[in-house]
């Protein structure tokens, strides 16, 4: 049986479908799992087991470059890649236009949200087979939900996301023992004041325990910088790749985020992680999976204001197994 995954994107959203690789894996064996993703999360993806091919396609890239020749001809090769397939089942479990859109590049029947439950009720209209998932209901386990419809399985599967970091050097890293800070957000509002971050890394320090401060854009490298000159035990690295980011969160004693995307793939990758959630809802998009999991705060500004280093340094004590 071949089946393809439609899950373009962001980082965290492509990570909340993992597990529904896992299952496919465990409820139907032998079936063969491709899935479309935006190109820039190709590499992560294929870091599952279960993948069998990762067709990038470079929707967004091309959005920021019409008039660029090479971005249309990356586009309209990986468009032609998936036109040349055909599957037993296609399962776009995003709920969107665009990746209804994409879903019917490939032949195969086509499965996805009811217009009750799809982000954009629009992208109903697109799939052979359409399943009502609870809104209520966090996005990894409406994912699994979906699939479980799809195919026809119980979802009475112990929840798997089924990803290990390659494996390679890391250069740069700390010797001894460190936790990771994931300052940066897409969002002003879902950002923590570097003031906490500094405070939260002197608590480390003066346990003999080092901060790694990674970034991606610029602004968050001087971000990074500026909260690793108040810190004697810090690091920050080189930009990293998603590979490399995946190596340095599976090698940290603890994860700490605010929402964003590396925040789940620590999570992805069975690291113990505490989420700082501002004014999102982590009941519905916050760290999801083990016990070594903490979501603190989320919903509202009061609660985003409520929210002192204090809270985040107990988790941290809880989760490191240090001493008050």
Known sequence: MRVL???????????????????????????????????PYAEMVAMHPAIDKVIGVPLRALKKNLL????????????????????????????????????????????????????????ARFYDHAFDIPRAMHAVERNRLLAAKAFGYALDLPLEYGLTAPDGALSGMPSKPYVVFLHAT?????????????????????????????????????????????????????????????????????VVGVDTGLAHLAVALARPTVGIYLTTEPALTGLHGSKDIVNLGGGTRDAANALHVDAVWRALQSQLGVAP
């Open 186 to 254: 897409s969002r002003a509002d879902k950002r923590w004041p570097s003031a906490d971050w500094v405070e939260l890394g002197k608590r480390l320090n003066a346990a003999n325990i080092a901060v790694v401060l990674p970034w991606g854009a610029e602004a968050e490298h001087r971000i990074s910088r500026q909260i690793a000159e108040h810190l004697t035990l810090v690091t920050v690295p080189a930009r990293l790749s998603l590979a490399e980011a995946a190596r340095m969160l599976s090698r940290a004693a603890v």
């Open 5 to 39: 995954l439609v899950k373009l994107s962001s980082l965290g959203d492509v990570i909340h479908n993992l597990p529904v690789a896992s299952d496919l894996a465990r409820a139907l064996p032998g079936v063969e799992i491709d899935w479309a993703v935006e190109a």
């Open 68 to 123: 660029s020749l090479e971005a249309w001809r990356r586009f309209l090769a990986a468009r032609t890649q998936l036109s040349s397939q055909r599957y037993d089942a296609i399962l776009d479990t995003q709920g969107l236009v665009k990746s209804a859109w994409i879903s019917h590049w490939p032949k195969g029947p086509v499965s996805g949200h009811a217009s009750t439950s799809a982000r954009e009720p629009f992208a």
